[in-house]
Structure formats: C-alpha cells, structure tokens
C-alpha cells in the first residue's frame, strides 16, 4: 500500500482529527499487547525495529549487523515476518524454490547473505532457528511484537521522513509513540540528517547512532549516465537522491507504493519508457526480486549500504552479545 498523504506534515487537517478515535484504540491494543512477556531463546536476540509503518531502513541494518557479527564468527540467522508473502511459518528461507509472493521481498535479500527465517510467530521463528543452528538472532522488524525476549533493540529512524505527523494508525504512521517505542531500545540508529526533528522525541538519554546510505560500487558506472530510476519502497525519494549524489543523472523517475507487485505489464511500461528516454532502467535489490523473471536482465541493480559516523559505537553494542556465543575452534 501507499501511505496516505495526510500521514506527513505537522499532523493537522480533518482526515487525521476525523480518525483520531480509532487511533486511540490501536494505540491502547499495542499497549496492552506489549504488556506481555515472550519466550526467552538461548542465544542473543537482536532486533532492528521502529516507530513507524513501512520501510525506515531495518532491513539495510539487519544486513550491517549481521556482515558485523559474520566477521567475528557468529553463526547469525535472520528472523522476519515475511511481510508480503503468503507463507506464514516458520519456515527458511530458500531463495531457489521461494518467491517474493511466498516469503517476501526481504527475507530474500537477507537469506541472499545468510540463513533467514520467516514466522508471523516470533517465538515459533526463534525457535526453529535455534533448532537449525542460529547462535545469534537478528531480528529485522517485530519491535511491537512481545511474543520473543530482546537482548538489544534499535530503534530505526529515516531522517528523511521522521514520525511522519505524529499521530498513531490510522491518523498518522506511527505504531506507537516515539517515546513508548525508545523506552524499549538500547540506542537509535538516525539513517540521514534529521530534517523532521525526530531526535526531539526522543529520551534525552538515549545513545544515537548516525549513519548514512552509500550506494554499492556499480553506481560508480552510472555517474554521467542518463537513468530511468523505478522502486516500490518505504521511501523512494532516498533511491532517487543516492543515485543523483552518485552522479547519475535522473532523466526520469518512477515510486510506486511500498512492495509494490511488478507485473509483465508495469515492466512493458517502464522499459518502454526508459528506451522513450534512453536512459538506463534502474531499481533496488529489493524491487529487483520482484520483478518478473524474464525482464530482469534489461534491468540495472544499484545496492545500497549503510555507513556509520562512528562503527567503533556499533560494534561496542554488540561486543556483549557476542562473547555469549560459544565459538567452535
């Protein structure tokens, strides 16, 4: 789906005051739905989450930490819902006999890298990967899910949308409130400048962690080139301005809704209109996995990855974690 207009800005017009009342009911159901405890696994349990509905870069940092935990030789598994997907599990992830259709589009970016597990029961999920041989779980996304123990919880936020209006679903995109969401975190992780005054929200205690998205080195081919960029994420607008800080030039852009479904018709359109522009047709890896098969070959993939102001901070946060994970000599 795409986020609704009203779901930006300072929160103010009729349609988010018309549905306030429903948003004081789902946030009184999170609440009381967070009260609960869940299952505690026998390894650590990392989980990368946030505020907000849609995309802020969980996935992205899932992907850090894990790469991280990978170098000092933690056997990791991812753990996610399989937003998108129609397998409920728990189930791992093949990227051989799965779809974006079955598990998600990414959960096969993340079992593209290493084991992954998808569960619409996080404890369920915990618990097949530990079965399977995780040492460690990162969890990407499930901040508001209750049923899995969290040993470190980060709280994700794009400094190019913020909390949106402020307001929680349907009002507004937030899950929860900021502060209700923080009090469970060890640290934030700011993915860009601030320009919305999230960091305002936050305890003024809590650690934050700065980083930025760098795009992966074959943008380095595609300064100077006439592209034609496409996705279907949380937040197009940053694939668009990491392509253009790159050196590409846009000849013309295309957002579609968050884990938008390409079919063999929108591929038609915007091929045709790439040639129309002569440009290059580009998109994510996570849009990439979505596309029909027989199209993807005429399509570019620029990846994306995260770069820390500080990494000696990231990797102090994990330093007690892994020295609880047995490491095989």
Known sequence: MRAPEFWTGDGGGFLPLF?????????????RRMRRHGWTAPVPVICCGNATAGG?????VALDLGQRLANRGVGLHFLLRGYGG?????????????????VGDEALLLAAERPAWISADRAAGARAAVAGGAQCIVMDDGLQNPTLEKDLSLLIIDGTYGFGNGRIIPAGPLR??????????????????????????????????RAKLVPGPEAALLAGQPVYAFCGIGNPRKFFSTLQEAGAVLAGRMPFADHYPFDEGDMRD???????????PVT??????????????????????????????????????????????
């Open 19 to 31: 549905l306030s009342p429903a948003a004081a009911v789902y946030a009184a159901v999170t609440a």
């Open 176 to 209: 929860e409130m900021p502060e209700a969401a923080a009090a469970r975190c060890r640290a934030a992780v700011l993915i860009g400048e601030d320009e919305y005054g999230a960091l305002a929200r936050l305890p003024p205690r809590l650690p934050v962690l």
């Open 284 to 329: 994510t890896r996570k849009d990439f996995v979505r596309i029909p098969p027989g199209f993807r070959s005429r399509v570019t993939v620029v990846t994306i990855r995260l770069e820390w102001e500080e990494p000696a901070t990231i990797e102090g946060l994990l330093d007690p974690l892994a020295q609880r994970v047995p490491i095989p000599a």
């Open 270 to 280: 915007l091929l045709a209109e790439a040639d129309r522009l002569r440009a290059i």
């Open 56 to 60: 802020s870069g969980k996935t992205t």
């Open 86 to 102: 129609h397998l409920k599990g728990p189930a791992r992830v093949d990227p051989r006999a799965h779809d974006s259709q079955a």
